[in-house]
């Protein structure tokens, strides 16, 4: 029938939820489930030994097509039996239960039931909603130790439908579980007094005789308990075992066997602590002892304290500097735990190139625990602070030379300088590269190191300056020199082509305010293959150059004269360009730092006899025309001589005329007492003779052909010499027939 069963369960159609409870005689209230049905809520039940009880499972129908229920319940042997079960003689219906198997199956050897029912599928609808007493199961209880057991209901779907709920054990993978309790016997209540025989304890309105008493109790009885002070200079104190607290009297509930202890003192210790610590045995606060009893004394310290001793009544106590130790307990105490702050030294030094100034370097402190430590790490000239180093777990910014240090510890700690380190750039311009060290950005460099430059040039350039900052290059017009890093340097290998090259670059002038430095000399050179014709100029009215231009040949060089008229210029820093052009433009940068003069001397400016300044007096002199005759095309150079002879700085504008009419002019600033040379270059491609005139200085230059079809033939020209060709031709053929007829 099992088998029937087990097959018919697999084979039933989808069924609404169905909810299962244990109850004890009479059902409870059922809880629902939010989807298929009811949670079963499982019930206390309490019996004595050799007891019948029966359990009521009580079930609900919430579907009109409910058509069968099955229970499985699992109980433990040892505590229970199973005498019967009763199924309901009907339905709330009216329908009669069909029951399989037919009848239930209990195993009290092992401690499980089950049995099932349902109803034939052609009776009427079933009530929904309606609870019933699905079964009876009849118990008896053995007679074994006091305790507890469990009734297992176990409830699952085993058609993988939210329709079915069945109570059982694990026939078809049923898992879910809900327990019922039965209580069997009657609990034990045990009580004693410590020390033995210090007190007595009230049970209930009796007194026992002696201790430790035992007597049975019922279940979820409330036993009242009075602890008596029934000896002299001996006290209650606190409850211990199953009941905790000192207040008396008080109550024990009897939910199973309960060992309650009354205990009594004969003195009390008092226990305080200090800041700092605090004691964890016996703790904090006031305990009772017995006569004589040792009590273990333990005294903690908190971070950053130690333990220093004992104090009060501390003539019992076997170490006073102990923080592990105990008191003889031979009368009533009152000890205090004393705690002091931890205190630690700090030991500072640094590496050459610095020092600490704040604290400063040596030993210093005793420091309370915790204590803020500033410090300050100056470095030395040209030297940086790196980091600290050492015990560094509690600075607060090791890279910083302005930081501070907590004190937890006695601490170690260094400083530590180094070098300053820079880095070096180096770019060159076109006609050449750095090969020592490279180009790019190099370093970092220790201050003070010296790195080797060497620059070398392309074919047919040549290396002409170092530019940048180079205020700390051994030589600046030097392709093979060196530089000694004191910043960060940033630097330019400059290349021109070989045909002009100028020494030195830069040129610089120093002088006093109302004087004109020494003049300087600026070497032109031709380090080309050919002739280099070369001009001069510049862009600052004080500047002055002689000669302005000039003709070199190869390896040719001259020297030219560069003057300042400083003595009008206040006091003050200038500069300027001189730019020579051949076969490239070569820039010279110009310096001129004016210092000022002492006031009073006699005719400097500011002075007390200073005499009045002579105003510009300009006149343009020496015209040159180079050179005079050229082919068609050709570049002349025409320049004049523009001199001032006052002190004051004018501006003169040189105006060109070739063949009577404007051809260009230029306007120059020149300064008291200098020659500026003022240039203008022409080019015609027509032949004929030019007049040139400036300022009323004249000249000539000539175009002239370079062969019969040179630049200055026109079309006219051409013409006249083809018919001249013709008639030559003609004339010829003239000839020669008659010389022919002759013959």
Request: negative net charge; proline residues 6%.
């Amino acid at each position: 029938m099992i088998k029937v069963w087990r097959l018919l369960s697999i084979l039933i159609i989808p069924l609404m939820c169905l909810g299962l409870m244990l109850v004890p005689a009479v059902p409870t209230a059922l809880a629902a489930s939010p989807d298929w049905g009811y949670e079963i809520t499982p019930n206390i039940t309490a019996v004595g030994f050799n007891t019948d009880f029966n359990v009521t499972v009580s079930a609900v129908c919430y579907a009109e097509n409910a058509d069968s229920w099955n229970i499985m319940v699992d109980f433990d042997p040892t505590y229970l039996q199973v005498i019967n079960i009763t199924r309901p003689a009907t339905l709330p219906n009216g329908d009669t239960p069909d029951p399989y198997p037919s009848s239930p199956v209990l195993n009290n050897t092992t401690g499980w039931v089950f049995d099932g029912y349902g109803v034939q599928p052609a009776f009427p609808p079933h009530s929904v909603n309606v609870t019933f007493n699905a079964w009876t199961i009849h118990f008896r209880s053995n007679n074994v130790t006091t305790g507890g057991t469990y009734l297992n209901f176990i409830t699952i779907d085993p058609f993988s439908s939210t329709m079915v709920i069945l109570v059982g054990e694990d026939w078809l993978n049923w898992t879910e579980v809900v327990n019922g309790t039965v209580k069997i016997g009657s609990p034990t209540l045990t009580v004693n007094v410590s020390p033995a025989g210090k007190g007595d304890v009230n049970i209930s309105g009796v007194t026992p005789s002696s201790y430790p008493n035992t007597t049975n109790r019922s279940w979820d009885a409330v036993v009242n308990l009075t602890a008596v002070n029934s000896v002299p200079n001996w006290t209650f104190d606190h409850w211990s075992g199953d009941l905790s607290g000192s207040a008396n009297p008080t109550n024990i509930t009897m939910d199973g066997n309960k060992n309650v202890t009354a205990n009594f003192v004969r003195y009390y210790l008092n226990v305080t602590n200090s800041t700092g610590g605090t004691v964890t045995a016996p703790g904090v606060g006031t305990f009772g002892y017995g006569e004589a009893e040792n009590v273990t004394l333990v005294a903690t310290n908190y971070t950053g304290y130690h333990f220093a001793n004992w104090t009060g009544g501390v003539s019992t106590i076997g170490d006073v500097n102990a923080s592990s130790t105990f008191i003889n307990m031979t009368g009533n105490y009152s000890i205090c735990a004393t705690f002091a702050i931890n205190r630690y030294n700090l030991t500072i030094n640094s590496t050459i190139g610095g020092n600490v100034t704040i604290p400063g370097e040596g030993t210093f402190g005793p420091y309370d625990h915790g204590t803020v430590v500033n410090l300050t790490a100056t470095p030395d000239t040209n030297y940086t602070f790196v980091a600290w180093s050492g015990n560094v777990s509690t600075i607060a910014y090791v890279n910083s030379s302005n930081t501070n240090i907590t004190m937890y510890g006695n601490y170690s700690i260094m400083a530590n300088f180094a070098l300053k380190q820079y880095n070096l750039t180096i770019n060159s311009t076109i006609g050449g590269n750095v090969t020592i060290p490279g180009e790019g950005t190099f370093g970092p460099y220790d201050h003070g190191t010296v790195v080797n430059l060497t620059a070398t040039p392309d074919a047919d350039y040549a290396f002409l300056w170092w530019s940048g900052n180079v205020s700390t290059i051994g030589d600046v017009n030097s392709s093979n020199t060196s530089i000694t890093m004191y910043g960060n340097y940033s630097i330019i290998a400059n290349f021109g082509p070989h045909y002009l090259s100028a020494s030195p670059i830069p040129l610089t002038f120093t002088a006093t305010e109302g004087e004109n430095p020494p003049a300087q000399t600026l070497e032109v050179c031709n380090t080309g293959n050919g002739t280099l014709n070369w001009t001069l100029t510049d862009n600052a009215g004080w500047l002055s150059e002689s000669p302005v231009s000039g003709s070199l040949n190869v390896t040719e060089c001259e020297n030219v004269t560069v003057s300042v008229a400083a003595s009008s210029l206040a006091a003050g820093d200038y500069s300027a360009t001189i730019t020579i052009t051949g076969s490239l433009e070569l820039e010279v940068p110009v310096s001129l730092s004016i210092a000022a003069a002492a006031a009073g001397i006699p005719g400097a400016p500011g002075g007390t006899l200073a005499p009045p300044v002579e105003p510009a007096q300009l006149s343009a002199s020496g015209l040159s025309i180079s050179p005079q005759q050229v082919n068609p095309g050709q570049e002349v150079t025409i320049s004049i001589n523009v001199k001032n002879s006052g002190e004051e700085t004018g501006s003169y504008n040189a105006v060109l005329y070739i063949n009577g009419a404007v051809e260009t002019s230029q306007s120059v600033s020149v300064a008291g007492g200098m020659t500026k040379n003022v240039i203008f270059k022409v080019t015609k491609s027509d032949a004929g003779v030019y007049d040139v005139s400036i300022a009323g200085q004249s000249g000539q230059f000539e175009v002239v052909h370079t062969g019969w079809f040179g630049g200055g033939l026109g079309t006219g020209g051409i013409v006249a010499i083809v018919v001249i060709v013709i008639v030559l031709i003609l004339a010829l053929v003239f000839v020669l027939r008659g010389t022919r007829r002759a013959v």
